[in-house]
């Protein structure tokens, strides 16, 4: 790999310990990857990993109090104890494991507490922005496009990629914290523009309307793409934010998919010919009201029709989807065998506070949680055996992570079963 002068510098010390390993790191996983050289890059999301209990354990008891210690062995990947300097680029944390304000409605230990509360002093020492969320795209970090990006979490990444035509791979939480620390990464992957054409054709012949609709539409993509990327023709309409951000997470789960080409509306697709680069797809794809089907039934894993935990938010939910399920809550009241948490930003919680739409929420007897998530958190309501959700890849999850049987349905659907405390069959 060729390093310019100032890499080298670094490399070799110029800068302190940290960061020489954190270029060092760079260095092995670019040769790795076949990458030639490093490029620029000052947008950069990962995790500050930490809080997670058990996390911790593989440090000796001495050190796990000692946050230096911890972000070295766990997102550096050095036995050596570091002092961490303040890191050189826009650098947000993505979920954290818990709601500082829900630690009682999450049942979180007080010592969990105690590992949230002091990873979070640490990133403010070493400037990371606490966030805490999937979709910083939501909450001020939106990368411009072609910016070379280090993005953690398949969501996101996606959703960069693919809707703003910035350029990231689906970062680790090493290659991620060392990117922060040095302002660089590998140049390969979607960081290269050849590799941003389209390899699949997928031939829309249905109406794709609701949040659901496009995430089932993802799966299924994800599906039959695995981790090449698709362009999709035939879509009605201009889709939104919510809309993409169902579809990318869902293809994401189920396929590896980090970016797709959606002809004549995202950027880098302004004819279907542009998003092929002139090449032919390997493989032309039909995706109809049979496909929407085919995904929907993959996911009937619920059994039991009396439903204990509705999660909506995943990827984390923008003011206008808190502000429709505000509105579908409006004096009404939860079944009181059913929990409703929905997800969303801590700095979008603040907002829907002002807004009230939190206290419509808690009149109902549910809450907006910020900050972490049902399946990746691993929290859900104490004894809950059934929940129901509109995000395909929380529904991917939830059986896996919580153990929990799980139905997928429109946020109409989840709404009425947090109301009822019955889920009503079929797809709508
Ligand atoms: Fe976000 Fe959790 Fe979903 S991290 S994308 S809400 S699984």
């Avoid at 230990?109 to 979709?135: H, M, P, W, Y």
């Avoid at 990464?185 to 054709?201: A, D, F, K, T």
């Amino acid at each position: 790999m060729q390093l310019n002068d100032q890499e080298q510098d670094v490399l070799d010390g110029s800068e302190g310990s940290a960061r020489a390993h954190a270029m060092s790191l760079l260095v092995k996983y670019g040769i790795a990857l076949g990458a030639e050289k490093l490029v620029d890059t000052n947008s950069v999301c990962g995790g500050v990993v930490g809080s997670l209990p058990g996390r911790r354990d593989v440090l000796p008891p001495e050190k796990r109090d000692n946050m230096d210690a911890v972000y070295s062995l766990l997102s550096l990947d050095s036995d050596v104890t570091m002092h961490i300097p303040p890191v050189k680029t826009n650098t947000y944390k993505l979920i954290e494991a818990m709601d500082p304000d829900h630690y009682d409605v999450q049942g979180v230990a007080e010592s969990t507490q105690r590992l949230v509360k002091d990873t979070a002093k640490f990133c403010s020492r070493i400037g990371v922005q606490t966030c805490n969320t999937c979709a910083p795209y939501l909450v001020g970090n939106v990368p411009i496009f072609g910016e070379h990006c280090a993005w953690m979490e398949s969501s996101a990444v996606i959703y960069i990629n693919s809707v703003i035509g910035a350029r990231s791979n689906v970062e680790g939480a090493h290659s991620a914290a060392a990117a922060s620390l040095v302002g660089k990464i590998p140049y390969w992957g979607y960081h290269v523009p050849e590799n941003r054409l389209g390899s699949h054709l997928i031939e829309v012949d249905c109406s794709i309307e609701t949040n659901l609709d496009w995430g089932l539409m993802g799966y299924w993509v994800g599906e039959m793409v695995k981790e090449n990327v698709p362009v999709l023709s035939g879509i009605k309409g201009i889709p939104n934010t919510n809309d993409l951000k169902h579809f990318g997470a869902a293809a994401g789960s189920s396929g590896g998919v980090e970016m797709y080409h959606l002809a004549g509306i995202t950027p880098e697709a302004p004819t279907l010919k542009a998003a092929f680069g002139g090449h032919k797809p390997k493989e032309t794809i039909q995706f109809g009201l049979a496909e929407r089907r085919k995904a929907y039934d993959y996911f009937s894993t619920g059994k039991d029709l009396n439903i204990d935990f509705i999660v909506l938010g995943c990827p984390h939910s923008s003011l206008e989807q808190i502000r429709q399920v505000a509105a579908l809550l409006e004096d009404k009241k939860l079944s009181p065998n059913t929990a409703l948490w929905m997800f969303t930003p801590n700095a979008l919680k603040t907002v829907a506070t002002k807004m009230g739409y939190t206290k419509i929420f808690e009149q109902a007897g549910a809450y907006i949680m910020s900050d972490s998530c049902a399946a990746l958190s691993k929290v859900a309501p104490a004894g809950a055996k059934v929940a129901a959700t509109n995000s395909c890849k929380q529904a991917h999850y939830l059986p896996a992570t919580l153990g929990l049987e799980t139905w997928l349905g429109t946020t109409e659907q989840c709404v009425q079963a947090a109301i009822t405390g019955r889920w009503e069959e079929g797809l709508k």
